[in-house]
């Protein structure tokens, strides 16, 4: 029923940079939050940045001042702008759609995810 599907990802050098899209169907976006999250092997998923329906954001420590999360509801899009990359940035990077129902119970949609690798 809703489907959400990311882009931008690929190989970069550390210092470059990249702008990842997330491309969602359905009729929820613009009433769910969204967020990035990441997983590298051997480590457990974390939250990168989000985006709540008003539009207030928040960012893990590790990439305040580096990345921009932002959303465009007319588009249903939302998108993570990243800069001056790090290798530890390297992850499998996926778009999350959150909503809280009316009742209290919740729901939660992800996409397949991609690659961002950082090197020389």
């Known amino acids: 029923q809703v489907q959400l599907v990311e882009s931008g990802g690929g190989l970069v050098q550390p210092g470059g940079s990249l702008r990842l899209s997330c491309a969602s169907s359905g009729s929820i976006f613009s009433i769910s939050a969204m967020a990035w999250y990441r997983q590298a092997p051997g480590k457990q998923r974390e939250l990168v940045a989000g985006?709540?329906?008003?539009?207030?954001?928040n960012y893990a420590d590790s990439v305040k001042g580096r990345f921009t999360i932002s959303r465009d509801d007319a588009k249903k899009m939302g998108y993570l702008e990243m800069n001056s990359l790090k290798p530890e940035d390297t992850a499998v990077y996926y778009c999350n759609l959150h909503r809280t129902r009316p009742w209290g119970d919740s729901e939660d949609y992800w996409g397949q995810g991609t690659q961002v690798t950082v090197s020389s």
């Open positions: 985006i709540t329906s008003g539009g207030r954001t």
